[in-house]
């Protein structure tokens, strides 16, 4: 079974191949925000994969659309229900709360 490390918690747990991030998380307890339920409808879920990338399936176009729209955004971006394991990675939660208070910088 996969194994997924959230970071900055360092919360481990192991999954179904085939899950995805976002299930992981909620079955982990590990807190992701997930707006939209999990359509490829919004970027609250966005997630940046630290260690496996590679091993997860490719970025759908819908997918690309809503990432773009997400704050912070990385190379190594995804939506945490988009993406369905295969291997361990490490995924980092971004603290949108901070990055939305450096928003209020440039007020
Ligand atoms: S929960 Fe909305 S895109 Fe993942």
New binding site residues.
Partial sequence: MPRVTFLPTETETEAEEGASI?DAALDADVDID????????????HVIIEEGYDTLNPVTEDEQD?LDEAVGLTEKSR????CLLTKNVVVRIPDTASQFADFDDFD
Avoid: D, K, P
């Fill in positions: 976002l997930h707006n939209c339920g999990g359509n490829c409808a919004c970027s609250t879920c809503m939506l945490a229900c988009q």
